[in-house]
């Protein structure tokens, strides 16, 4: 169908998303990534010999499509159900729970999702400085996508420093499985990993609020102590064994597109735009970046078609 093949920067969730929607459509794609490794903000690196999700923290499902994707992984034993109940927290009261959507972790850290929509494809490791040449998919957050191209998308992020906490025991918490943190100058969520995992382990995963992470995106590691003492006065738990802190410049989204996608045309080249800030019902989340790099997967398929169309007529 394309006499060219689309450059798709960017793998996380979005980009793989986009990538398959494209070969569906025999349209050929490449995907190139900065990272070392595919997943972006669903990063679960290696710490102390085990893998830690320290961007997003589960996923949801409400999507009949995506669902079917889950049931898929859920059929290998990639997936499982966590829970549908968190703890709310706030300093001085008394811990609430809140029920909602069931939440869903994964044995493997959330990154190896990424890896198996991937698994047949090869991801090009390379520090994009300007746009590439020909049709491109920036499968990125708004303010990276800005840096490459002059088109206007306007969706600003918020930081995050992700503090990891390997405790000695995580019996004296006041949750079971995580807690949403109000009211708090620090830490906005508390999740345990091992039980979101399942493996049982020790390990507690904090997110800082905006404000805390901006005064720390130059030294990431300044954070730790703020937010060691930001988790023992919210829970009471001893100093932890060991931390580790990560910095997400772009963790998620203040605001979101009304549509699940960005496609123009530019100097007779399409340009695309997909991520968890595309999300029309204002919840930025893994399955709306999936659903975001999906649909503009099949536009794009749609509009080289028609612009292969008109070439041959």
């Avoid at 698994?119 to 708004?142: K, N």
């Avoid at 990993?193 to 493996?199: N, P, Q, T, V």
């Amino acid at each position: 169908m394309s006499e060219t093949t689309v450059t798709i920067v960017g793998a996380g969730i979005s980009g793989a998303a986009c990538l398959l929607a494209l070969r569906r459509a025999g349209v050929p794609a490449r995907l190139v990534d900065r990272g070392r490794a595919p997943g972006g903000r669903m990063a679960s690196p290696l710490l102390h010999e085990r893998r830690v999700d320290i961007g997003a923290g589960y996923f949801t499902v409400r999507d009949d499509e995506f669902g079917a994707i889950v049931d898929d992984w859920a059929d290998r034993s990639l997936v499982r159900e966590w829970t549908d109940t968190f703890t709310v927290l706030r300093a001085g009261a008394e811990p609430e729970s809140k029920t909602g959507p069931t939440r869903w972790g994964t044995p493997g850290g959330l990154r190896s999702l990424v890896r198996d929509l991937l698994r047949d494809v090869s991801i090009e490791q390379t520090d994009v400085e300007s746009l590439p040449p020909g049709d491109v998919v920036l499968a990125m957050p708004d303010p990276q996508a800005a840096r490459l191209t002059a088109v206007p998308y306007a969706v600003a992020y918020d930081p995050v420093i992700t503090v990891v906490l390997g405790l000695a025991t995580a019996s004296s918490l006041p949750f079971t499985d995580a807690a949403f943190v109000q009211d708090d100058p620090d830490v906005e969520f508390l999740a345990l990993d091992g039980a979101r995992r399942g493996d049982g382990a020790p390990v507690l995963v904090a997110h800082t609020t905006a404000e805390r992470a901006r005064r720390h995106l130059d030294d990431p590691d300044s954070a730790v102590d703020p937010v060691v003492e930001a988790v023992r006065r919210l829970t009471g738990v001893e100093a932890p064994e060991w931390t580790h802190a990560h910095r997400w410049t772009f963790a998620k989204p203040s605001s979101t597109h009304e549509a699940s996608f960005g496609l123009v045309e530019r100097d007779g080249r399409l340009l695309g735009f997909a991520g968890d800030q595309w999300c029309p019902q204002g919840s930025p989340r893994v399955e709306s970046a999936w659903r975001s790099g999906t649909d503009l997967g099949a536009a794009l398929a749609t509009q080289l078609g028609v612009r292969s169309a008109r070439r041959g007529a």
